[in-house]
Structures are given as structure tokens and as C-alpha cells.
């Protein structure tokens, strides 16, 4: 008997065949998109049964990203945004490449 072949003494899992979640009801509050360069992001307001939340969803060439950013943390997350825009905004403008 190979190793490979040795039942575990962990015992038997099964990945992939457990029974799939069940969906949770989503409703949207609102939906922005917007294009930057290749990119193309969603920002979709929801809420469902845990409560409210920001989904941020990038698509480049059909690769999907996203975030989901509860509402108790978008005031954080607005602070943070603000600090990055005056940083560039104060930063000198980048040297083109030769």
C-alpha cells in the first residue's frame, strides 16, 4: 500500500461534495459604475438579513474582483480614501518614462 492510499487518521473529508450554502436574499439600495482606464468598478449599496453593506467590484477583460465594506466601516473607509486623494494631490506630478 502507498502512502497515498492509507485511510487518514484524521477520517474522511470530502471536498467539494458538501451540500452548497444557502442564498441569502440581497436587496440593492444602489448601484454606481464607473470606468477608469481598462478597468470598470461597481459600487453596489445592499443589505440583507446581517445588514447593510458596500460591494466594490473591479472588471478587467472579465476578471471579477470585489470587496464588501460593512456600513459601520464606510466612514473609516471615506477617511482613508480622503487622506490617499490630498497625498496625491500634493505629491509632484510623476517624471515621464524615457
Not at 8 to 28: L, W
Not at 56 to 62: A, F, I, L
Amino acid at each position: 500500500m502507498i502512502s497515498n492510499e492509507r485511510p487518514s487518521p484524521y477520517g474522511h473529508r470530502s471536498y467539494g461534495t458538501a451540500a452548497p450554502k444557502p442564498t441569502v436574499v440581497e436587496e440593492t439600495l444602489r448601484s454606481e459604475k464607473i470606468q477608469i482606464e481598462r478597468k470598470t468598478f461597481v459600487f453596489t449599496l445592499k443589505e440583507n438579513p446581517r445588514g447593510r453593506f458596500l460591494r466594490v467590484t473591479e472588471d478587467v477583460n472579465g476578471r471579477r474582483d470585489a470587496i464588501i465594506i460593512p456600513a459601520t466601516g464606510l466612514e473609516d473607509f471615506k477617511k482613508v480614501i480622503e487622506a490617499m486623494l490630498k497625498t496625491v494631490a500634493d505629491l509632484p506630478a510623476p517624471k515621464p518614462e524615457a
